[in-house]
């Protein structure tokens, strides 16, 4: 897959993945791990994104002694879901095109 492609893919299903409830790298991996594959070394930067796109919120709780980064979605980021979804049916029409006049053979 397109590496942009991919990387906008994962970025989109990181703010759906904290849309439901603010989480935590971990969490955010586990849930969309069966989904699509992300890495923590490819997830955080990802997060750092988001933030300084004001996407997403962050702030930090105590957790068994330790300090644990939760990610909230902004309103930008609850609007950026939406735009991907209205991008995605152009992408979805492109797709129809091409699987259809490579059935034709």
Not at 40 to 64: A, D, F, M, Q, W
Request: charge should be negative; hydrophobic fraction near 35%.
């Amino acid at each position: 897959m397109d590496v942009q492609l991919k990387r906008g893919l994962l970025e989109v299903c990181v703010l759906t993945a904290i849309k439901k409830e603010d989480s935590y790298g971990y969490k955010i991996i586990k849930d969309i791990s069966p989904y699509v594959s992300i890495s923590e070394s490819t997830l955080y930067p990802i997060l750092k994104r988001l933030e300084s796109s004001g996407l997403i919120t962050v702030y930090t709780v105590e957790h068994n002694s330790r300090l644990r980064k939760y990610y909230h979605i902004t309103d930008e980021g609850k609007e950026r879901i939406l735009e991907f979804l209205e991008e995605w049916k152009d992408v979805m029409k492109a797709y129809d095109f091409i699987k259809e006049g490579f059935n034709d053979e």
